[in-house]
């Protein structure tokens, strides 16, 4: 079935948390391992307008249907941030846009050339370039689905749990926008296949690597992917990658948290 993109702009929308009592947190507060997913995952929601620069320079930005769903898809990843910083504030944890601004700075040059690089690249090569953008965009949006979802299951908190369901519910609105768009122009390119395949293989990283320090993205995805039941999901995370047109046999999931997974099992080992 066809993504609607018109109907997604129309019902778009902030996530909802005021309804939720979040004195729950005062009573019930999380573990600190929690935490520090929270904080993880609210900073890489308030990193997603640097995701959108970048594709502002590419030639996504002159696809109607692309620049549409990522102005909403902004907005949208914006709130979350918004509702974890509360979440995490109740815990006395403050999540403001100076610490955030300092972060990127601290990346140098680096950042800085970051969007000039893209755009040289993605421009030579062309449109075959939206179908990699799009194929990134579902890995790092199946990523958070089950990430949200994982840690949902893994706390239990009654109100927690919520909160992160409803996240997740939206996130998979823009999974369907990616893989849609993706097996669309994958389907009609063996170009764009081979150039998708290559940046996935050599380049896909979780989320919020090289954004936040290397012993938070290990923390993270140990927690939310170490023992079986998430090695599970990181297998079916790499099947939904499988079947896009071109992808076949890829394991990006799994080779990108393999270090973090067995850290995890090492630490969570019996003596």
């Known amino acids: 079935m066809a993504f609607n993109i018109d109907k997604f702009a129309e019902t778009s929308q902030r996530v909802k948390w005021a309804d939720l009592d979040m004195g729950e947190f005062v009573t019930r507060p999380l573990p600190e391992d929690t935490l520090r997913c929270l904080r993880y995952m609210c900073d890489v929601e308030y990193h997603t307008v640097c995701y959108m620069r970048d594709m502002l320079v590419t030639p996504s930005h002159q696809d109607k249907d692309v620049s549409t769903f990522m102005t909403m898809w902004n907005r949208e990843e914006y709130w979350h941030g918004e509702a974890l910083a509360e979440v995490l504030g109740v815990h006395g944890i403050v999540v403001d846009y100076d610490e955030l601004k300092a972060k990127r700075m601290k990346l140098g040059w680096s950042e800085a050339l970051k969007p000039l690089k ?37 706390e239990k908190h009654p109100v927690l749990a919520v909160l992160l369901k409803r996240i997740a519910a939206q996130e998979s609105r823009h999974v369907a926008f990616y ?12 170009k764009a296949q081979r150039l998708t395949r290559f940046a996935l293989r050599k380049f896909w990283a979780p989320v919020g690597s090289g954004v936040m320090d290397a012993g938070e993205v290990d923390h993270v995805m140990g927690k939310l992917f170490g023992g079986e039941d998430g090695a599970h999901e990181i297998d079916r995370l790499d099947h939904n990658i499988a079947r896009l047109p071109g992808m076949d046999g890829l394991r990006i999931f799994h080779n990108a948290t393999a270090h973090a997974r067995a850290g995890h099992r090492a630490q969570t080992a019996p003596a």
């Open 118 to 154: 893209q755009s040289l690249l993605s421009n030579m090569v062309g449109a075959d370039f939206i179908a990699t953008h799009m194929a990134w965009g579902a890995a790092n949006e199946w990523s958070a689905v089950a990430a949200y979802r994982r840690l949902a299951n893994l």
């Open 179 to 190: 893989a849609t768009q993706a097996r669309r122009r994958l389907e009609s390119s063996r």
